[in-house]
Antibody, heavy 115, light 110 residues
Framework: EVQLVESGGGLVKPGGSLRLSCLVSGSTFSNDWMAWVRQAPGKGPEWVGRIKSKSAGGATHYGAPAKGRFTISRDDSRNTVYLQMNTLQNDDTAVYYC??????WGQGILVIVSS | QSALTQPPSASGSPGQSVAISCTGTSSDVGGSNYVSWYQHRPGKAPKLMLYEITKRPSGVPDRFSGSKSANTASLTISGLQPEDEADYYCSSYVGGDNVVFGGGTKLTVL
């Protein structure tokens, strides 16, 4: 059974940075395309971005709210995908989900951006 | 405001059928075969229920079915069961690498 566990969330001040991690087990992680999706309180999910497997070129693609501020990376030796978030703003407050390209999802991790 | 429009709520009694719509545009739902549906119960991870409009991942009951007409996709749950009570979200690929989601529908089993 594939399982994903996010970590690294919490409270951060506007303008600050945070790095989320997602540990994947039960799959051949190096073959997985990994994505991040977020959901702000009371709203629908929002695409953050995706990183392809290295065998597929390892390219990243970002949704509009993430471009220029967020970076997705992966460490296949650790079965882990990361979301580096910089210049955080209040409206980045959300539950952030790690997913194997929208197939299997983690339970999410809460990020609160507030002064 | 989400890119795809879903009704905020739906309901049905056990054993009944319920359909949830997901309306987009010709740029997303209407022009894509990659429409998916997710079930999200409180405190649980979201779960993929349908992909590519009609396909069910292994383990998803055949009570869950999907369809699409023009710019609207639909999820139909037949033979409603109490455990089907959850939030349901649709998604669609746009232009290959981007994904848009619906605002979600809260399904209540009466």
């Amino acid at each position: 059974e594939v399982q994903l566990v996010e970590s690294g969330g919490g409270l951060v001040k506007p303008g600050g940075s945070l790095r989320l991690s997602c540990l994947v087990s039960g799959s051949t992680f190096s073959n997985d395309w990994m994505a991040w999706v977020r959901q702000a309180p009371g709203k629908g999910p929002e695409w953050v971005g995706r990183i392809k497997s290295k065998s597929a070129g390892g390219a990243t693609h970002y949704g509009a709210p993430a471009k220029g501020r967020f970076t997705i990376s992966r460490d296949d030796s650790r079965n882990t995908v990361y979301l580096q978030m910089n210049t955080l703003q209040n409206d980045d407050t959300a539950v952030y989900y790690c997913t194997t390209d929208l197939w299997v999802w983690g339970q999410g991790i809460l990020v609160i951006v507030s002064s | 405001q989400s890119a795809l429009t879903q009704p905020p709520s739906a309901s049905g009694s056990p054993g009944q059928s319920v359909a949830i719509s997901c309306t987009g545009t010709s740029s997303d739902v209407g022009g894509s075969n990659y429409v998916s549906w997710y079930q999200h119960r409180p405190g649980k991870a979201p779960k993929l229920m349908l992909y590519e409009i009609t396909k069910r991942p292994s383990g998803v009951p055949d009570r869950f079915s999907g369809s699409k007409s023009a710019n609207t996709a639909s999820l139909t749950i037949s033979g409603l069961q109490p455990e089907d009570e959850a939030d349901y979200y649709c998604s669609s690929y746009v232009g290959g690498d981007n994904v848009v989601f619906g605002g979600g529908t809260k399904l209540t089993v009466l």
